[in-house]
Each structure stands twice: as structure tokens, then as C-alpha cells.
């Protein structure tokens, strides 16, 4: 054994000197490790080998690192040592970072950034099943195909990695997405490997590297969950729960045609008539009723009307009160007309029972009309009595009111819908499998 | 079991399996191989040269109710790395190889070549080449190929099967499925062999008697 005093704990680190510069460097991952940037002069040191040798010099200052090699970080309770840096890029374009995570008793893990947002990626052991051209699964998860076959390259490393990794180094990408999950798979002559990406979420990674994350990023990562999905969900459910509960409040409620259809003939004296119709039975636990009253001959003239709906049995008064009114002239601008010559008022909530409708109209002549003085010409209509046609009917106004209510669900819902479709198609705009990217291709072309 | 003294320096060496016949002394080095005739010596396995990795001979755990000990490791290096098999002992004699490479780990058994009957397989066996990506039938499920390449034995310790000599030159080729199901095929000049079984992770293995490495908190398993 490397430990010939038994139970004490292995070493964790092997310590070399750099041939270029001659400065200590530690393996923290010794047995992996096949390539090593030293920390100092930045070469790229073979450590595969028993004899270190330098592969390549670099003698740029080290990128001033997010996350410095040997620094800690716990992600879901394990404790994760940053051994590695690379910075990579589509031939030079689209750069981003992966930093190599390592724990002896677990392995490796990668973390990735483009600037706006981190992912956790692990390698997958298992081989996705292919389910069409656009998508596969992994451990029964579909994934959508979102950038096709680019070349991806290695354009500055730091660090300790488990394969020979150089400056240059090329494989081929392609990527998959789920809501908050990406499948990576990249490939070169020898060796596919998949990796299986979480994105992680700002606090994790403020907590556990001491890394800020821009909250929003614009435009959304490719496996970024649109943020109104879970909402439109909850606010859809609710919505639609209250439409439901509303239809079903307007079946109970709605009426089966005029429950009493009654005429009056009214002096244009104001002078109060009384007048008593019924029954009405009313069979609903509870139920609206409206009244209409519709004067058709009414003119420069308003009819008052009082309504009391009466239990026969408790004699209780259900009151409204409602006016038509009707008014015409002529003026500098051509004849005009004001008013409406019916009048509709609706009783929310009235109780089962049998009714009387007692109702105490009036109808005045408008006498001093100014316009009709000035012009003379307000038809003189004589002192005949007026006829008002009055309907009583049960809920038919409640529905406009569940109209109503389902036009205020709808629009937020309407509007979270697209802003989801927004994100959305902002989000697979980068995508090489959607339909603004695949005009975009052809106009390149 | 079979106590012995090491004949090249002395120390006690045990050989606790009929079936590894093969035993590198824990103090010289010396490769010793055991016969009917005795135990003699075929050489000197190289220092295992310095690594992290969490596994140590006389760790202990189970796969599938089954408890095991580690009790022999073979080291192979190829031009890009390195990786380790260890060996594992069951309870009830049978063993089987822990392969550590790149921080993950997979469970082996050998299976006879005979099991190989997909067309791939016979021409793998004949000497050829394989693409990555090539697809191969074994037992009704679709296995492919995700790597091959030539390794070398850097160092062996403990009970092995077989002498692994530093320097022994074979071809590796890897297997793997949708299922986590992984596989194996090692061929030298003098035939191959071939290892079925999963992808596992240290942590369902309940591994005991792991080594303590500085710096680290050890996940409490077992």
C-alpha cells in the first residue's frame, strides 16, 4: 500500500515541482489527474507520467477566476473541492465556463456558466434511448433536441482534469433540454460521453461558492423553466374553478321565462296608481328576479315605479325602485332625444316563496322644456293615459354578471398566457430546432 | 486459506480463494503465483504509484445481499489515463471486479466468451476494430460500444486470478446501455475475456472500511 502506517489517513494531496518555473504544485485529485495546469506560470503540465513533463507554456496572467481552483463549496449536502478550469467556446464564439468539482468519495461533477446562470452536470452512465429525431429519454424524461451537431473547443484551461485535456481540443456538441434540466452530449473519434446538467438555482450557488447569479437572464438559458408555467397552472385551476362554480350558480339561479307579464294605464298627472300582481311562485332556494317596465308611447314624460315583492306567507318586502323616461327636441344641432323608454332593476337573492308584486307607478308630464319654449316646436301631445307593460322574470341579468366575472379570470389569465409564450419563444429562439432559427439558417445562406 | 512466507523476503502472505491463484506480497512486491507444487515467484510487480482513490484493500461492502471484501487491485494506464479494478471476494467464494475509472464506478463478473454470439462480439474476438457507437446484442439487450483502447498494466497488489505483470499490453473495449447495464471485453494475444455487469455508486455498495483520505469527511455508509 501507498500507506505503510496503517489508519492514518491517506495524503489527499501529491506535491511536484513545476519543470518550467519550479513552483510547488498539489494533485489534488492524484491517480486522475492526467493533465495539470501549474498555478504559477500557467503551463500545462503531463502528470500521467512518472516524469512531469510541460506540454505547453502559457504565460498569460490566470483569467481572474469566479471560482479559483481549491476553493470549497457544498451543493445538496456534498462537499465539492474546484480543481479545474476550462474556457470554451463555439470556434471562438458563444464563449462559456466549466469548472471540475471534486470529492474523492464521489467523484466528479462539472459546473457551467455562460454568464447567466450555473448548472450542475454529472456524467451519465447509461445511454439515452432515442425516440425521435427531435428528442430522447433518459430514466423515462423526454428531452428536446435545442442546438444540433457544433463544434465545441477547449480555449484556455487552469487546473487538474482525468483526461489530456489542450488548448484547441475539439469535440462535437450537441444539447437537449427538459424545463430545468439539459443533456449535453459531445463526442470526438474515440469516446461519447452524455452529461446530465441541473440548472441550479441563483441561492445555491451564491451559497455555496460565493458566486453572484444575475436573477433573471435575458435571453432565457435553454433549459431555463419559464417562470409563469407553475402560475398560469395555479391561476388556471382557480379560474376555472370560479367559472365553474359560477355557471353552476347561474343554473341554479336562472329562470325558465317571464314569471308574469301585466300591463297598467297611467295619467300623466303624477298621480300614483296601485296595482297588485300575482302569484308568483318562486321554486329556487334562492333566485334573482327582474322587472322590466316598458312605456312604448312614453314621451317628455318619465314614469316612477316602485316595486315590493311580498311573501304571501311572511310578508316580507322585497323593494326596488326604477324610472323610464323618454325626452325629445330640437335645438341649433337638429332634433334630439334623451332617455330610455323602459326601465329593468333585478332583485339579487330573493328566497323561495309565494309572491305578490305590488307596484305603485306614477307618470309626469315634463312641463317646462326651455328648448320646446325658445322653438316652439315640442310636440304637443295631449293628456292621454300612458300604457307600461311590466315582466317579471327570475335570473336572466345574472348571467352578463358571470360574463363579466369570466372576462376578469380570463384577461390575467390571457395575459400570463402570453407572456409564458414570450418566454418561450424567446427562449428556443437560440434553438437550432425551432422555426425562427431554421429562417435564420437560410438567411445566412 | 493458505498462510505461506514470502519467499523472496519472508513476510506472511495469504492466498484466501483456490480460484486467485496469484498474490503480490504487501512488502516486496514480488509477485508469487500458488501451485500444487508450492509458491513460487514470477517477478516484481511495480510501487503502485500515489492515488486518491476512496477504495483500499480490506474494504468491505455489499452488492445485491451479497457482502464482499476487497482483497486485490490491478492498475491499468493508456496514453490519456489511468483506472483501477479491484478485486472482490464474496462470501460465498465467487469474485468479481469494481472498475474505478474517472470517479465512477462499475460492478463486473466474467462471463464465458462463449456468451457472445452478436456478429460484433465474434469480430472484436477476431482481432478487429470497433467503432464507438457500434451496437452489439447480448442476452435480448442492445449494448454499445463507448470506448476502446490499448492499456497497460502499471501495478498490481493483493489476490489476483491472474499474474498481471507491469507492462502487460491489452485491448479494452466498453460496453454500455440505457439500462446502466456495462460491459467489458479484454483481449491480448493469447485471448480475451469478457465482464458483465452495472454501473454502481460507492454510496449503494454500503461500503465499509473505506480510506480515510486528509481533508475530507468520509460518507458514513454501511
Known amino acids: 500500500m501507498d500507506d505503510p502506517a496503517a489508519g492514518a489517513p491517506a495524503a489527499a494531496v501529491k506535491a511536484l515541482s513545476c519543470p518550467s518555473c519550479g513552483g510547488a504544485i498539489e494533485i489534488k485529485a492524484a491517480g486522475y489527474t492526467v493533465t495539470i495546469v501549474c498555478q504559477y506560470c500557467s503551463s500545462v503540465l503531463d502528470v500521467a507520467n512518472p516524469d512531469v513533463r510541460v506540454i505547453t507554456e502559457y504565460h498569460e496572467a490566470a483569467a481572474a477566476l469566479e471560482i479559483p481552483p481549491g476553493t470549497r463549496g457544498t451543493l445538496d449536502g456534498i462537499e465539492w473541492e474546484a480543481i479545474g478550469y476550462m474556457r470554451r467556446s463555439e470556434g471562438g464564439s458563444y464563449p462559456w465556463d466549466e469548472y471540475l468539482l471534486f470529492n474523492p468519495y464521489r467523484g466528479y461533477r462539472w459546473l457551467v456558466t455562460d454568464g447567466r446562470g450555473w448548472s450542475l452536470g454529472e456524467m451519465l452512465t447509461r445511454t439515452p434511448e432515442w425516440s425521435s429525431p427531435s428528442g430522447l429519454f433518459v430514466g423515462g424524461e423526454r428531452y428536446e433536441a435545442f442546438f444540433r451537431d457544433t463544434p465545441a473547443q477547449v480555449d484556455y484551461v487552469l487546473g487538474e482534469f482525468y483526461w489530456r485535456v489542450a488548448v484547441g481540443e475539439e469535440v462535437v456538441a450537441s444539447t437537449y433540454v427538459r424545463p430545468g434540466w439539459m443533456l449535453s452530449r459531445e463526442a470526438n473519434g474515440s469516446e461519447i460521453n452524455w452529461t446530465l446538467l441541473r440548472l441550479l438555482k441563483p441561492k445555491e450557488m451564491s451559497e455555496a461558492f460565493g458566486v453572484d447569479v444575475p436573477p433573471r437572464s435575458r435571453p432565457p438559458l435553454p433549459h431555463q423553466p419559464s417562470p409563469y408555467h407553475g402560475t398560469i397552472g395555479k391561476v388556471a385551476t382557480i379560474g376555472f374553478a370560479t367559472l365553474g362554480l359560477l355557471i353552476l350558480l347561474l343554473i341554479l339561479f336562472s329562470g325558465r321565462g317571464p314569471l308574469l307579464t301585466e300591463r297598467m294605464t297611467l295619467p300623466q298627472t303624477g298621480q300614483v296608481q296601485s296595482a297588485t300582481f300575482g302569484p308568483i311562485t318562486l321554486d329556487g332556494a334562492y333566485q334573482a328576479v327582474s322587472i322590466k317596465a316598458r312605456a312604448p308611447a312614453l314621451d317628455n314624460a318619465w314614469v316612477d315605479l316602485d316595486y315590493a315583492l311580498v311573501d304571501r306567507r311572511t310578508q316580507v318586502s322585497y323593494q326596488a325602485f326604477g324610472v323610464a323616461e323618454r325626452y325629445s327636441g330640437r335645438d341649433s344641432e337638429g332634433s334630439w332625444t334623451e332617455g330610455d323608454r323602459s326601465s329593468a332593476i333585478k332583485m339579487a337573492t330573493v328566497p323561495a316563496g309565494i309572491y305578490d308584486l305590488v307596484v305603485d307607478a306614477s307618470a309626469t308630464r315634463w312641463k317646462t322644456n326651455p328648448s320646446a319654449m325658445i322653438w316652439g316646436s315640442a310636440p304637443r301631445t295631449g293628456p292621454e293615459p300612458i300604457e307600461v307593460e311590466i315582466v317579471a322574470s327570475t335570473g336572466m341579468t345574472f348571467l352578463s354578471n358571470v360574463i363579466f366575472a369570466g372576462f376578469l379570470i380570463l384577461i390575467p389569465l390571457g395575459f400570463m398566457f402570453f407572456r409564458h409564450a414570450a418566454f418561450e419563444t424567446s427562449r428556443k429562439g437560440e434553438s437550432d430546432f425551432s422555426g425562427t432559427a431554421a429562417q435564420d439558417d437560410e438567411e445566412d445562406e | ?222
Open chain 2, 1 to 222: 486459506m493458505l498462510k505461506v512466507n514470502c519467499p523472496h523476503c519472508g513476510a506472511e502472505v495469504v492466498f484466501r480463494s483456490a480460484a486467485l491463484p496469484v498474490r503480490v506480497c504487501d512488502y516486496c512486491q514480488t509477485t508469487l503465483i500458488r501451485s500444487d507444487e508450492g509458491v513460487r515467484q514470477v517477478g516484481k510487480a511495480a510501487t503502485l504509484p500515489f492515488d486518491v482513490s476512496p477504495i483500499q484493500i480490506g474494504t468491505r461492502g455489499r452488492f445485491e445481499d451479497q457482502a464482499f471484501e476487497v482483497i486485490g487491485r490491478v492498475r491499468w494506464g493508456w496514453t490519456d489515463g489511468s483506472w483501477n479494478e479491484w478485486l472482490l471476494l464474496f462470501a460465498d467464494d465467487r469474485h468479481a471486479w469494481l472498475g474505478e475509472a474517472m470517479g465512477q464506478f462499475m460492478l463486473l463478473a466474467e462471463r464465458p466468451i462463449e456468451d457472445l454470439r452478436d456478429e460484433k462480439f465474434q469480430s472484436l474476438l477476431q482481432g478487429k476494430p470497433v467503432d464507438v457507437g457500434t451496437e452489439a446484442r447480448l442476452d435480448d439487450e442492445t449494448l454499445i460500444a463507448a470506448d476502446m483502447r490499448g492499456a497497460s498494466c502499471i501495478a498490481a497488489e493483493g489476490e489476483l486470478p491472474f499474474t498481471a505483470v507491469t507492462g502487460w499490453s491489452i485491448t479494452s473495449v466498453d460496453f454500455r446501455s440505457a439500462s446502466g447495464r456495462c460491459a467489458s471485453l479484454q483481449r491480448d494475444q493469447e485471448g480475451a475475456h469478457f465482464y458483465d455487469g452495472r454501473y454502481v455508486t460507492l454510496a449503494e455498495l454500503s461500503p465499509t472500511n473505506l480510506r480515510p483520505i486528509e481533508g475530507w469527511r468520509m460518507p458514513a455508509h454501511g
